[in-house]
């Protein structure tokens, strides 16, 4: 599978070569970079309706600030503090199977659940980051919590599409069921669709791609490519089907500028915070269509 990921960024190259793509195709990062964005962005675009429905756009925060604690751990038990990925994505799903059998047994809010279990894995992380700083080097935990083109590499794509693979085809069938059931979970009872399974599932699998993503967009940013083109989807989408494509319109094009367009115009932006700004541009620019043709609307129809 490497070799696969190789052959398409020497294809990118060559169409450099060719000056058919920007020269900065050349390097071997940019390539590795475009084609994770191709992966993370369609499959992050649509699980972001869902979180938008569900009303959970600070879980993935929560989960990615966990990945700090699993990065350590990893690091503790002797795994490469370059790829932790084992501890990682095992104490990130842990943690989110807890949080999520805990809001299903507990009065408090979800915010207010999800603040507790967040405060304590950035609590539980930046105390182990003491023991482990002197195994690791902090490039890891910058690259970590801000995302990094230049940590990209062959094997994690393999990673990442694995995962985007897998979620996909669990994700997929279950689409349409656990959006009745984030709309009306009696109704969804009624048409025997098991709601807190699928709920779990989602959970699972938001988990997974979170820790997959730090990478690319990074522990603090990960969640907003999650809400923000789903948020501008929203603003400016007319049904379901419109909603999902918008979405993921906007965050494939947004994780393709935000790497692309500092290193054209030699900006010095890390590409965690040009992928969001970008996706932020999108929300912006449908909040001001939608409230236009609003405005027209309503002066078309008082003259």
């Not at 992050?44 to 990065?71: D, E, P, Y």
């Not at 690791?136 to 990673?159: K, P, R």
């Amino acid at each position: 599978m490497e070799q696969v990921f190789e052959t398409l960024r020497l294809g990118f190259e060559q169409l450099a070569d060719r000056q058919i793509l920007p020269q900065i195709f050349d390097y071997q990062f940019v390539g590795y970079a475009v084609i994770a964005s191709l992966i993370i962005g369609p499959l992050l675009g649509a699980l972001g309706t869902m979180v938008l429905v569900k009303r959970m756009a600070f879980f993935s925060q929560a989960v990615g600030n966990a990945a700090l604690t699993g990065v350590s751990i990893g690091v503790l038990l002797g795994e490469s503090p370059n790829s932790p990925m084992l501890s990682t994505f095992g104490f990130c799903i842990l943690f989110a199977i807890l949080l999520r059998y805990t809001q299903g047994r507990t009065s408090l809010s979800n915010d207010v659940l999800i603040g507790v279990f967040l405060s304590i894995s950035l609590a539980l992380g930046a105390s182990m980051v003491l023991a482990v700083s002197a195994k690791m080097n902090t490039h890891v935990l910058e690259a970590l919590l801000f995302g990094s083109i230049l940590t990209v590499t062959a094997h994690d794509l393999v990673v990442l599409f694995w995962v985007a693979l897998a979620c996909t085809v669990i994700g997929l069938p279950l689409y349409n069921r656990t959006m009745l059931g984030s709309i009306s979970a009696p109704l969804a009872q009624v048409q025997g669709v098991h709601v807190r399974l699928n709920d779990y599932v989602f959970t699972i699998m938001i988990a997974v791609l979170t820790v997959a993503c730090l990478k690319i967009v990074g522990a603090v940013l990960v969640e907003a490519l999650l809400v923000v083109p789903a948020a501008a989807a929203r603003n400016i989408s007319r049904s379901l089907r419109q909603f999902v494509v918008w979405s993921v319109v906007f965050a494939t094009l947004s994780c393709l500028m935000g790497i692309l367009i500092p290193m054209q115009l030699d900006w010095p932006l890390p590409s965690g915070g040009a992928i969001i700004l970008s996706a932020a541009m999108f929300f912006v620019l449908t909040f001001l269509l939608r409230n236009t043709v609003g405005v027209l609307r309503t002066q078309g129809a008082t003259a």
